[in-house]
């Protein structure tokens, strides 16, 4: 019964290249978020998907990142010429309906080095 | 803005001891969540909140809310080394039935030590 499936676990860039983080929801799950720690910080929301849907990217910058979710395969956050500052966890979390009282099953999260 | 706050950040307890963490919030919520997360892992959900007075006990965690008070505390009693992990609250600003939107505090670091 496997949970909420990030990877890569952790991943290198250089300032200026793409990072692509992948996260495969919990099986019969449709709704899937996207939140970024930062060093000793709480997490952040930034996007929320359903299948072929952006619901809510109110938490995402409005440069350089974006989210989808494709009726097949994995939700993909994409980050283009990153930067130093993008350096945090990526986590992702799923749920069967939206939210749905707390039940947000969270992944172990992506960590992003930026050199 | 909301803003979540949690102290202490740091906490290191003897095992045995009791202690309460507290976390704070600026806005109206009727949802709050308490989370646990080992180093290197994912967040395990702990407890959730849903209305003012309410208290759940999970072990040696006991959560409470207090919503006027715009309060949420999260006791230990009697800890042990299996505690030590970071804790956070997180409080739901989604609007709808939903929760998805969660506006996390920066975590407490709780270190028990025999």
């Known amino acids: 019964n496997a949970g909420v499936m990030q990877n890569p676990r952790h991943l290198v860039r250089r300032r200026g290249q793409e990072a692509r983080l992948r996260c495969s929801p919990m099986?019969?799950?449709?709704?899937v978020y996207w939140y970024r720690q930062l060093p000793e910080e709480g997490l952040k929301f930034m996007v929320y998907?359903?299948?072929?849907?952006?619901?809510?990217e109110s938490g995402m910058p409005k440069e350089r990142f974006s989210a989808e979710f494709p009726k097949e395969g994995p939700s993909i956050l994409r980050i283009q010429q990153v930067v130093r500052g993008d350096s945090a966890a990526y986590f992702c979390?799923?749920?069967?309906?939206?939210?749905?009282?707390?039940?947000?099953?969270f992944g172990e999260g992506s960590r992003l080095t930026v050199l | 803005e909301l803003k979540v706050e949690q102290n202490p950040l740091f906490l290191s307890m003897q095992e045995g001891k009791n202690y309460t963490i507290y976390c704070n919030y600026s806005?109206?919520?009727?949802?709050l969540y308490w989370y646990r997360q080992d180093p290197g892992k994912s967040l395990e959900s702990l407890f959730v909140?849903?209305?003012?007075?309410a208290v759940k006990q999970e072990g040696r965690l006991m959560a409470s809310l207090d919503t006027k008070a715009r309060l949420s505390t999260l006791h230990i009693t009697a800890a042990v080394h299996d505690l030590s992990a970071t804790y956070f609250c997180?409080?739901?600003?989604?609007?709808?039935?939903?929760?998805?939107?969660?506006?996390f505090g920066k975590g407490t670091k709780l270190s028990v030590i025999p």
């Open positions: 979390a799923s749920s069967r309906d939206q939210g749905n009282t707390g039940e947000l099953f």
């Open positions: 099986k019969g799950h449709s709704h």
């Open positions: 998907l359903q299948k072929e849907n952006i619901i809510d």
């Open positions: 806005t109206t919520s009727d949802r």
């Open positions: 909140l849903l209305s003012n007075g």
């Open positions: 997180a409080v739901d600003m989604s609007s709808g039935a939903g929760s998805y939107q969660l506006t």
